[in-house]
Every structure is written in structure tokens, then in C-alpha cells.
């Protein structure tokens, strides 16, 4: 029975804003508790910073770069806020059908090309990560024909349509891609390694 699956297209750089990371410093060192005889109050703890004021810091947007080999791409995150923003670990990947409905591809993240660093990431600067899929024929059951790619930086909550650039460069783009499941790598700071996997 044939499967008709929206992905995510690439389609034009959204804006998404990404968690920044404060940096921390220094150690300190507990003074040893003098004797007391009063009764001391225990102290609530902070309430965890909310991902949407987190997600203030920073713009992203999202290109997914097919390569000549076929069967991945090479995906950039790039910071086109005014402040820098800090990211780490895996890129979230989504895909929608043509009539812009979600498609449940099987998504796993790989530590490749390695763990993923702390990156710190100035505007205008971008971090990579591999995505590689399995194609499949448009008539089997278990193939999804994405039309749209949405990617969440990690640490945010909220999905950028990505750009799919197709094999050749330019002004060519992805509108199909026919896939029955995905692994995506880990954000580094550079291409080097990330699609060599």
C-alpha cells in the first residue's frame, strides 16, 4: 500500500531562537557553620530557568546540504542574532508531508562524528551535524515522501524550517524526499568529520 508522507522541505531560513549558556567561573569555597542554636529555615530552590527565556538570546536558521554521495547531508546552524548562543548535543530533525502534516520517520542520534562539545556561537558563525537516511520506493509501506525538514536546535523549543540545498549547489532544491528512517550526528564546531561517518 503506498505511504503519502509530507518532509520537512527546506524551505526559507526561519528564525529560531537558541538557549545560551551563561558561563561560569570561579570556585567557592563553603565557610565552615558556626554554632547556632536557632532553628534554621529550610530554602527553597530556584525555579529552573523557562526554555523561552532562554531561547531570547539567539536567531538561528537552518541549511540541509545534500552531498554528491547521496543518502546524507551536511546540516548548518547559523547564529544570525546580535549575541552569541550556546549549543550542545544533537539537532532535533522533523519532517512534514506535502499537505503539512507531521510523518513519524524513525529519527536516531549517533555519537558521530564524536560527542558533541560546548559550542559557543557568535553571530554570523554556524555549527554542523551529519544527517544520513535510508531511501526507499515511494510505493513501499514503511517509506515516508518528506516535503519540509524542520530542525530544533537543542536546548530550544522551537522548530526552523531548513533549507534543503540540493547535491548540485545553488539555487536548487529538495521538494521530495522519499526515506524510511534517519540518524542524525552531533553538532561540532567545524565540517570536518561530520558527514564522514
Not at 500500500?1 to 509530507?6: E, G, P
Not at 554528491?68 to 522533523?94: E, F, I, M, Y
Not at 537543542?154 to 533549507?163: I, N
Given at each position: 500500500?503506498?505511504?503519502?508522507?509530507?518532509v520537512?522541505?527546506?524551505?526559507?531560513?526561519?528564525?529560531?531562537?537558541?538557549?545560551?549558556?551563561?558561563?561560569?567561573?570561579?570556585?567557592?569555597?563553603?565557610?565552615?557553620?558556626?554554632?547556632?542554636?536557632?532553628?534554621?529555615?529550610?530554602?527553597?530552590?530556584?525555579a529552573?530557568?523557562?526554555?523561552?527565556?532562554?531561547?531570547?538570546?539567539?536567531?538561528?536558521?537552518?541549511?540541509?546540504?545534500?552531498?554528491?554521495?547521496?543518502?546524507?547531508?551536511?546540516?548548518?546552524?547559523?547564529?544570525?542574532?546580535?549575541?552569541?548562543?550556546?549549543?550542545?548535543?544533537?539537532?532535533?530533525?522533523?519532517?512534514?508531508?506535502?499537505?503539512?502534516?507531521?510523518?513519524k520517520?524513525?529519527?536516531?542520534?549517533?555519537?558521530?562524528?564524536?560527542?558533541?562539545?560546548?559550542?559557543?556561537?557568535e553571530?554570523?558563525?554556524?555549527?554542523?551535524?551529519?544527517?544520513?537516511?535510508?531511501?526507499?520506493?515511494?510505493?513501499?509501506?514503511?517509506?515516508?515522501?518528506?516535503?519540509?525538514?524542520?530542525?530544533?536546535?537543542?536546548?530550544?523549543?522551537?522548530?526552523?524550517?531548513?533549507?534543503?540545498?540540493?547535491?548540485?549547489?545553488?539555487?536548487?532544491?529538495?521538494?521530495?524526499?522519499?526515506?524510511?528512517?534517519?540518524?542524525?550526528?552531533?553538532?561540532?564546531?567545524?565540517?570536518?568529520?561530520?558527514?564522514?561517518?
Open positions: 500500500m503506498r505511504k503519502s508522507i509530507m520537512l522541505t527546506a524551505a526559507a531560513f526561519l528564525p529560531l531562537t537558541l538557549a545560551a549558556c551563561g558561563s561560569g567561573g570561579g570556585t567557592t569555597t563553603a565557610a565552615a557553620p558556626s554554632p547556632s542554636s536557632s532553628t534554621e529555615t529550610p530554602v527553597a530552590p530556584a529552573a530557568k523557562k526554555p523561552v527565556e532562554a531561547e531570547k538570546t539567539c536567531t538561528i536558521k537552518a541549511d540541509l546540504n545534500t552531498q554528491p554521495d547521496g543518502g546524507k547531508a551536511l546540516l548548518a546552524l547559523t547564529n544570525t542574532g546580535t549575541g552569541p548562543c550556546t549549543l550542545q548535543g544533537w539537532p532535533t530533525v522533523g519532517f512534514l508531508a506535502a499537505n503539512d502534516s507531521a510523518i520517520v524513525p529519527v536516531k542520534k549517533v555519537d558521530q562524528p564524536g560527542a558533541g562539545p560546548k559550542i559557543v556561537l553571530p554570523g558563525r554556524s555549527a554542523f551535524a551529519g544527517v544520513k537516511w535510508t531511501t526507499c520506493d515511494k510505493g513501499e509501506d514503511t517509506c515516508f515522501v518528506a516535503t519540509t525538514v524542520k530542525v530544533t536546535a537543542p536546548g530550544t523549543t522551537k522548530p526552523v524550517v531548513a533549507d534543503f540545498i540540493g547535491a548540485e549547489g545553488g539555487g536548487q532544491k529538495v521538494t521530495q524526499l522519499p526515506v524510511s528512517s534517519v540518524e542524525v550526528g552531533t553538532l561540532q564546531p567545524s565540517t570536518q568529520g561530520v558527514v564522514a561517518w
